[in-house]
């Protein structure tokens, strides 16, 4: 795997469909000549439901909040969808997403479709469903993803795909197979999925900022949660009632949540950095081994960068978002484009209410539009597979976080190769003996 991996080309590593994920593989993008010549990129555009067709099947692997929030997403996506399967490591988190599905959407889960334990994921996926929404914590994702592939599930897995470069390089394998299997796979980095975000992508690649030059991405956030451990749970327990806090689990916050941001970023250059210089550290945090904020510099191959900062400290000025500057403008990414000068050129229409004033936020979720878009896909048989851009983008996040972590320059190269596996060799309810304490720069392995 390292020995192929060096012989990628970057740019035909994040493809064409770099766009929005896959999605330009469905044929709803098209190419086409403008007065000048100039050959012009048109957005998708997205459906309101997936299309009606024979009965859809999903099970849901990892239910907390995110598990069951798909759960609804998938049933929102369009007709003759259902949830006939459930599997958490927990039993409370499993009654408590089957008591939702039951009291709100009306949704009735039976007994033998339930699954607990760390085997859960497999008698999901060996159930008699169609597709699988990959919400457990991050750590073990690419186990269920790779096994989702080997019995022939089209896949919903969200972000991210893995927390180590050997579990990220398993999901790069199992998309590969995926593809070679007809396997649609949609991940959860929703802005390749929301209208404002995609629209202000045709407005760049049509040139609108001139050439790219560099940007800046933000995930700076109060605390997020955490768990105290109670008497009479082991270690694997507390941590895992607390995942959000380990790194082994999470991957840190660089990983589990800005990778969002660090995603626009490759997207709106389609293409990915190469190397990656951080620094970070722990505040305030409670629980856990992980870092409070971190502040890297990427650079591509052609050396030009762009700054990544992500926090999560309460009582700090909040900001979640991407800018992108060229040589003739910026924009937000989003849904503004400026000149140099400060001038707004464009901006984002969203759509009218039922009172005729306009909203300020696209008309479909993109959470529910990521469904619809693998649900779409399914059954129109327009292929997508989003796989290759979230591992290159966890990958990335990996590599401004071992920098972090070490206060050293982590190539590309570097990170491919890398042996790292996060976490114990055995999932049991017992002693974790793992490092709990976090790491120092300057003295930390790579």
């Known amino acids: 795997m390292p020995q192929k991996s060096k012989s990628l080309s970057r740019r ?65 996506a369009g007709p003759n969808l259902q949830i006939v399967a459930l599997g958490d490591v927990f039993q409370h988190r499993l009654d408590r997403c089957r008591n939702q599905l039951r009291e709100r959407l009306n949704v009735e889960v039976p007994d033998e479709s339930c699954f607990t334990g760390f085997d859960a994921y497999r008698h999901v996926i060996d ?52 593809e070679s299997a007809g396997l649609n796979v949609v991940v959860g980095t929703q802005r390749r999925h929301q209208r404002d975000y995609v629209k202000t992508f045709e407005q760049v690649k049509n040139g609108m900022i001139g050439d790219l030059v560099s940007g800046n991405c933000y995930w700076n956030q109060s605390k997020l949660w955490h768990v105290n451990r109670e008497p009479g749970w082991s270690d694997m327990e507390a941590m895992l009632r607390d995942w959000v806090n380990w790194t082994w689990l999470s991957g840190d916050h660089i990983v ?36 409070d904020f971190f502040s890297v510099d990427f650079a591509f191959d052609d050396n030009r960068h762009f700054h990544s900062m992500c926090r999560q400290i309460d009582g700090c000025t909040n900001n979640v978002s991407e800018i992108v500057f060229g040589t003739k403008g910026y924009t937000n990414c989003q849904n503004r484009v400026w000149d140099n000068e400060g001038n707004l050129v464009w901006e984002y229409e969203y759509p009218l209410d039922d009172d005729g004033e306009r909203m300020n936020r696209v008309a479909v979720s993109p959470y529910d539009q990521e469904i619809i878009n693998l649900v779409t896909a399914i059954r129109t048989g327009n292929y997508i597979n989003e796989t290759q851009n ?43 003996n793992l490092p709990a304490v976090p790491p120092t720069p300057g003295t930390a392995p790579a």
């Open 127 to 178: 159930s008699d469903v169609d597709v699988v929404l990959l919400c457990e914590p991050p750590h073990f994702r690419p186990g269920s993803f790779e096994y989702a592939v080997q019995r022939r599930r089209h896949i919903f897995a969200e972000k991210p795909v893995g927390v180590d470069p050997v579990g990220i390089r398993d999901v790069m394998a199992a998309g590969k197979m995926a």
């Open 12 to 76: 035909k590593f994040i493809g064409d469909a770099a766009a929005v994920g896959a999605l330009g593989a469905l044929g709803i993008g098209a190419v086409v000549s403008s007065c000048n010549r100039r050959p012009q990129y048109t957005a998708p555009v997205f459906e309101d439901q997936a299309p009606d067709g024979p009965v859809i099947k999903a099970g849901v692997v990892g239910c907390g909040g995110r598990g069951t929030g798909a759960a609804t997403n998938f049933l929102n």
């Open 256 to 291: 589990e949540q800005h990778v969002h941001n660090i995603d626009v970023i490759n997207w709106f250059f389609e293409k990915y950095p190469v190397k990656a210089l951080g620094f970070g550290g722990r505040h305030r945090r409670i629980t856990g081994d992980q870092y």
């Open 390 to 432: 979230i591992s290159v983008a966890c990958m990335n996040a990996i590599m401004g976080r071992v920098s972090a972590y070490t206060g050293r320059e982590v190539t590309w190269e570097e990170i491919m190769e890398s042996s790292m596996k996060l976490g114990p060799n055995q999932y049991e309810m017992t002693t974790v």
